[in-house]
């Protein structure tokens, strides 16, 4: 990482050496949210945070189509005795390790029953008390899971395949930060249902190819880990997390994929007639995703003039700022709003900032907003037949306007490209493997030191018991079996048996 | 009415005959909602519902970018201490009565502070009790104006104008209806403030043109009636209720805007610097909406054969039927779908159903789904260049597959027209003049009977109590001061003065 003196442009920390405040700062200086309403952790969404949110959920709606999901939204509240089922599921599950079935594949912690101690509970209403209290959302599935018995009879309603876009809510106890730990959060969550077990894995291949084409628009590399058995969701056969790198070389979970197997569907007596004329449990997954993925383009792309927002989802792909003269005879403004008609009949997002201000005032507050090409009218350029285009990710030239439509989405196109080198330099940049451990007198001790602001990875073939002592010495967290294992096997890091499992480990939000 | 047999269809009560039946089976039956989640009041909304409520919602999302407001999204908890400001509001109103002013325009029902009797409280989360207990937001005047005074500083911040649709909670006692009475509700609100009181008038004329454009497209007409005083939104300036009129004559107030003068700004302290570098309060307005216009659509249009949906949010437009018969060399699937997507790339919402199922059970299908326009293929339609139409409203005919986008346009306005054309006859039924009162020895009685599903007019320029008589006596409802009054004066109906003030008077929901 550079070490040059911090750039504190107008009161914006340095992203590079300071990155724990310039987070905070950029989101409320773009104008993405409002941090003082009085919860912590509850955030007001601004008109410009807002619509970038729902342009990203837009990409999101078009994949659920593309791959025939039907939008549903359930109710907020759910009554506390639903999640007794829930909780049988969970002691079903520690019965199934009691009685040898997978023994080593549950750590005592996960199996207490989840979201009772972080959910926030609703048992009065008007002066009421509730006879059964409710609690609101922390995610749909005992909601939704209550419904799919009355949805599902017979193979023909299989697969089903809904999803909804919701607040949900989780009572932080930990700092909260905007996008990436609050307390009500803007949420997507995918679930399905299948005949087997086969056609629900078949679907968790579908969840991480829309994974794919979501990260590529918002230009985000990401890595996708089969997590530890210890860190799978609760009733959940395996768990697929999707980890986007930020800046600090910290991994955050913008994404994750379950398969449920039947399991969820015992609990809940979901069950279809299959060819056969048998009642047959169903196989579940679900795909969740939520409002981090904001987090990771605000703390990967930006730089110390603000954000920069990928073309896929800027609210204004471009800002045409017409310089104004006074007395002039020629009409800046006007040929701005005809380029911009041209621009926005070509489908693109455009604003044109024809304020009364002095030039680097709106330079500072499109580029503080990240838009990604600004576009610059002034006489010359007219009497030219050019508009002098400056890229957010740097570079200035003048653009002919006889070919504006083509030639925008050309330098849209390369700004993405641009972004995408960015973030993948620095995700190849921190990414390297784990000095080797060895043993000494009966203690593990490691060759070598564990760097801040990197992400490690290993040959691994060890067990839970291994795993937890390269987590202790470490400081690091197992993210999981990368789903790109290596190539060629490799001794594992422990017990030295050769393996393609390529385990990453990383410090997480 | 029609006192025809009871039409029975399959199980559809009739609606003419049984409308408390017809509703909530009608609901159900066409995949809108599913009442049967566990918890009453709260419904879960199925693809086809959301779909459609989607819909409706994009009409006014485009309204509002035509007139310039901006979406937000606030968090959905709101602190209990800052009712407080509520409160003082209130009583400040409560005072400003006491001392004369305007001494009539309230009732004491209003001045207990609105919806603490009303809301669904969180006091605890995890296993802690909140210091300061939170309600779940009613509608989000308190949350909105605590950050108005943050963000608006001098007149160039003015107007603002936001908008949010998000869940919002009230705790129902009565008894629930789909879409009608919910406890938890999708809800659209939009909050502006302004330099001076002209300016937030001009804001209602703007959000009651905004209502016409949006009821054009649902083909619903509609009575927008000034709310009397004692019916008006505490803190508000003055109300106008919008209200729909459902096939048993009942209104349903489908939305409502507020002019609140600067008297929420005063409890908020809103102020800005005008150009006099004076601190000011600002004036304000909201204009509210909810998932009732779905209720309405669904009461006004319907039929005994199901959902009729306006083309406007119709989610499939036009469904295509494939005559399928086996061993026949004419592939009508293949002619459907060609069909479908020279509509879908026209912009047109279709489906095709090629399910190997009985043409009647199909028909059946969409029917009670409420698809405007169904275009049959069969083998003779393909040789005629042709497809058979039928119109949801009525009507069947050939149209020319050569020419099919301009002609289903054209059938789609059809259909639009027709259900115009028959909300506003039910109307024009239903309205009509109530009987004269007269005094008789200190009594007033009433010239006439109050007949079941009618809403009456009457030239009205009394005091409250002349209101208080009339709607003890009839049973009716106030629903206020049309904004259509009279073209010429007429005599109050009880003070015998000349006045064009138009009142309307209804049962409600």
Known sequence: ????????????????????????????????????????????????????????????HSEMERTEHEEVNFPLLIPENLLEKENALVSRLKRARENGIDPDELRDEEEEGGFKKEVYWVKHAGENDLDIPMFLRPTSETAMYTMFPLWIRSHKDLPLKIYQMVNTFRYETKQTRSFIRVREIHFFEAHTAHADEECASRQIAEDLEIVDNLMDKLCLPIIKAKRPVWDTFPGAYYTIGIDAVMPNGRTLQVASCHHYRDQWA???DITYE???????????????????????????????????MPPAIAPFQIVICPMIRKNSEVDTIAESNRIAGILRAAGLRVKVDARDLHAGQKYYDWEIKGVPLRLDIGPRDMAQGTAYAALRTGGKEPLEVSNIVEICRQKLDE???????????????????????????????????????????????????????????????????STEEYETEKPCHMSGKMTKRRVILAKTY
């Open 1 to 60: 990482m550079s070490k040059g003196p911090a750039k504190a442009k107008r009161g914006i920390p340095s992203k590079v050496e300071n990155f724990s405040d310039w987070y905070p700062f950029i989101v409320e200086a773009s104008d993405l949210v409002d941090k003082r309403y009085p919860i912590k952790g509850m955030d007001v969404w601004r008109p410009y945070g807002w619509k970038t949110m729902r342009l990203i959920d837009s990409l999101t």
């Open 266 to 268: 015992k609990a809940f």
């Open 274 to 308: 299959n060819l056969d004329a048998q009642q047959q449990h169903v196989h579940q997954t679900t795909y969740g995703m939520s409002e981090r993925l904001l987090g990771a383009i605000v703390g990967m792309h930006g730089d110390d003039n603000g954000l920069i």
């Open 415 to 481: 700004i993405s490209e641009e972004l995408r080198r960015r973030s993948q330099a620095h995700m190849t940049d921190v990414m390297i493997e784990l000095p080797k451990f060895f043993e000494q007198n009966g203690t593990w001790n490691i060759d070598g030191e564990v760097e801040d602001g990197k992400i490690y990875e290993i040959a691994f073939d060890g067990t839970d018991a291994d795993a937890e002592i390269i987590e202790k010495h470490t400081g690091l967290t197992f993210l999981g079996d």
